[in-house]
Nanobody
Framework: QVQLVESGGGLVQAGGSLRLSCAIS????????MGWFRQAQGKGREFVARITWSSGSTSYADSVKGRFTISIDNAKNTVYLQMNSLKSEDTAVYYCSSRTSVTASSEYWGQGTQVTVSS
């Protein structure tokens, strides 16, 4: 059974940092694209960042570019999202996902982790 389990969310003051983790079990995604999405209360889910497991190529939403960094630890089968200079508008539930390619729909999702940034 494939599982993506996010952790690392919490309450942080504006300007602070958090590192989210997405621990993967049940299979490896060495040829997949791993992504982070977020959903603020009352809003739709939006793309945050993605990384291609095999090449390490990354892409970011304009709203987080320069502040967030996505990375992979192959040995731990874990995807990370380092979030710096957090703003109140970053408050949301953050989800990890996997898909077969950049243009494909996400195949697996985690349960989400809440990030709350106080101003």
């Amino acid at each position: 059974q494939v599982q993506l389990v996010e952790s690392g969310g919490g309450l942080v003051q504006a300007g602070g940092s958090l590192r989210l983790s997405c621990a993967i079990s049940g299979r490896t995604f060495s040829n997949y694209v791993m992504g982070w999405f977020r959903q603020a209360q009352g809003k739709g889910r939006e793309f945050v960042a993605r990384i291609t497991w095999s090449s390490g190529s990354t892409s970011y939403a304009d709203s987080v570019k320069g502040r967030f960094t996505i990375s992979i630890d192959n040995a731990k089968n874990t995807v990370y999202l380092q979030m710096n200079s957090l703003k109140s508008e970053d408050t949301a539930v953050y989800y990890c996902s996997s898909r077969t390619s950049v243009t494909a729909s996400s195949e697996y999702w985690g349960q989400g982790t809440q990030v709350t940034v106080s101003s």
